[in-house]
C-alpha cells in the first residue's frame, strides 16, 4: 500500500496555470501506473490524465487535451500535472492515484492507492 502525498493546488485566475506534484514519501513510483481524478462538488470523481508504468502511455479526457500534460521524473520520485489554460469548471479536488500493472488504466476502480487530495480554485 502506498501513501500518495498531492502538492500544487491553489488559487487561480482563468487562463492560468499550476503545476500539481504527487510523490509516495520514502518511495518510488517507476512503474506503477499513475492517474489523476478529479471531483468538483456535487459531482462524480472524473479522471482527467494518466500515465502508463512500464511504457510512456498516456490518456487524457477530452476537456482537457492540448492543455494538461503528465510527466514522471523518477529521480525525484514524483509525477507532475501541468495545468495550462485552467477554466473555472476545472474547480475540483485534484486526486492522485497508483497501481502497479502493467496496462494504461483509467477507471478509479482500478486504482488502490489514493492521496488526500489537493484543492485547485479557478476564478473567473
Known amino acids: 500500500q502506498l501513501h500518495l502525498v498531492e502538492s500544487g493546488g491553489g488559487l487561480v485566475q482563468s487562463g492560468g496555470s499550476l503545476r500539481l506534484s504527487c510523490v509516495a514519501p520514502?518511495?518510488?513510483?517507476?512503474?506503477?501506473?499513475v492517474g489523476w481524478f478529479r471531483q468538483a462538488p456535487g459531482k462524480e470523481r472524473e479522471g482527467v490524465a494518466f500515465k502508463g508504468g512500464f511504457d510512456n502511455s498516456e490518456y487524457f479526457t477530452d476537456s482537457v487535451k492540448d492543455r494538461f500534460t503528465i510527466s514522471r521524473d523518477n529521480a525525484k520520485k514524483t509525477v507532475y500535472l501541468q495545468m495550462n489554460n485552467l477554466r473555472p469548471e476545472g474547480t475540483a479536488v485534484y486526486y492522485c492515484?497508483?497501481?502497479?500493472?502493467?496496462?494504461?488504466?483509467?477507471?478509479?476502480?482500478?486504482?488502490?492507492?489514493w492521496g488526500q487530495g489537493t484543492q485547485v480554485t479557478v476564478s473567473p
Open positions: 520514502g518511495k518510488s513510483l517507476r512503474h506503477y501506473v
Open positions: 492515484a497508483a497501481a502497479f500493472k502493467g496496462v494504461l488504466l483509467i477507471d478509479a476502480g482500478d486504482y488502490d492507492n
